[in-house]
Structure formats: C-alpha cells, structure tokens
C-alpha cells in the first residue's frame, strides 16, 4: 500500500505543468477600454519576450502536505537555474521528512526542465492556440485541448503590462487514473525586470488515500551580476586549491 501511496504521487510532481515559471522581460501598455481581442493579442506579445530575457537563478521552497495535515510531511529548497534562450537545470540544495517528497520535487523539476524550450512554452501559454477567452480582464481560461500542461479556469491580467498576474484552475487533464482531479494556484511577479512566477499550490485529490497539497515559494533571486559574481569566486577558490 505505501509503494502504491508513492507512486499516486510521483504521477503528482509529473503533471504540474504551467507550475514551471517561465520568465519573461516586462513591456508597459495602456489597457483602458480595448477589446478582448486587443487584450489577448498584447498577453501574447508579452509572452513571446521571453526570448531577449537574460540569466537568472531562483531558490524555491516545496512542501508537501498529507491527508488532513496542518503541518508539512516534506520541505525541499532547491536551486533552479535559467540561460537563455531556453535551457534549465536544477539541483536539490536541502531536503527533510519524507523521502517522497523530495521525489515528487525532483519529478516536478525534471518536468520544468523538459518542457523549457521554446516549443514547449508555445503549447502552454496563454494564447488563442490553447485557450478560448471570455470578454473580461480577468479572462476565463477554457483548454481548446484536454492536455496536463493547460488549465481551466481564470487568469488575472496586469491592466498596464498586460502580463499574467494571477492563474487558479484545474489541470485539464490528470496523466493518472490515480488522480481524480487537481486544482492549482500561481502567482506571479516581476524580479528585476523579468516575469517569473513567485508561488504555486497544488491540491490533488488522490483516489483512496484523499487529498494531498503540494506548495512552492521563491526565496531568492539572482541576477545575471550575481551568478556572474558567484561563479568567479568559485573559480577563484578551485585555483587556490
């Protein structure tokens, strides 16, 4: 049974899609009185800008909850690291509690990592390619594809740069049999002039063992002067030696 309870929730850190943050280089816009269609066109262009973006390097916190559980069974911080213009890796830095948490983080992880390049990002953006939208700013999201890497239900758009502020939805499609369904909260925000997301919840409702939660949060942000900064004072310390 605990091999099973595992395994429902690795297939968890697999299907967390939109959850990777995509960063993209801020542009300002006036939003007073335009269509939808205007609206979504200038949300797009938004997302595209991600190509001119520069390095950058992320601390996230998970922690995953159990069952009707207050406090967290797991925490894992680990360090994701973004060149442009569409490469990511990650290494796990800390991790305590159960073992399976860090395996769900890792399995999440792996996903972002897989699903950073541009073709990717194309499939998961917020666009007339995969979604249809309701005429408001705050956009209802409604998949044109019962795909894991899209979400239904409302996005908050930013009325002056038109970046994505907000998602909460559900998964549109669970990849498991295990997962009856998943409900999801981003939230995004602007680092030194690049768009990344800040925190994700996750709630999965796991069939027989009930629901579980999956949390992360930024902890720290890194520039391209930083990274630069840090990687030669490594150099420097590997010639000393």
Known sequence: ?????????????????TLCGVG?????????????????EAVEKTQWAVHSQ????????????????????SNVVAEV????PASKDYKIQKSSGSKRGE???????????????????ARTAV?????????????????????????????????HSFFVRRIEGEIAKTPSWWLKAVRVKLAF?????TWLQTSMEAIADVRIVGPHTLTSQIL???????IASTQTRSRSADRKH
């Open 103 to 121: 395996q769900v983080v890792r399995n999440l992880l792996d996903h972002e990592v897989e699903t950073a390049s541009n073709r990717s990002q």
């Open 220 to 226: 720290d942000y890194r520039g391209t002067d930083v």
């Open 81 to 84: 690291n973004f060149k442009p």
């Open 189 to 193: 925000a602007d680092f030194e002039g």
């Open 24 to 40: 993209v280089a801020q542009q300002s816009a006036s939003s007073a009185g335009l269509p939808l269609n205007s609206i979504v």
């Open 54 to 73: 520069l390095p950058y390097q992320v601390l996230r916190e998970y922690r995953l909850f159990g069952t009707k559980s207050s406090s967290s069974n």
């Open 1 to 17: 049974m605990k091999l099973g309870i595992k395994s429902r929730l690795l297939v968890m850190g697999s299907l967390l899609p």
């Open 127 to 159: 666009t007339r390619d995969n979604y249809d939208f309701k005429p408001c700013y705050l956009l209802g999201l409604k998949p044109k594809r019962k795909e894991k890497d899209l979400i239904a239900g409302q996005a908050w758009v930013d009325t």
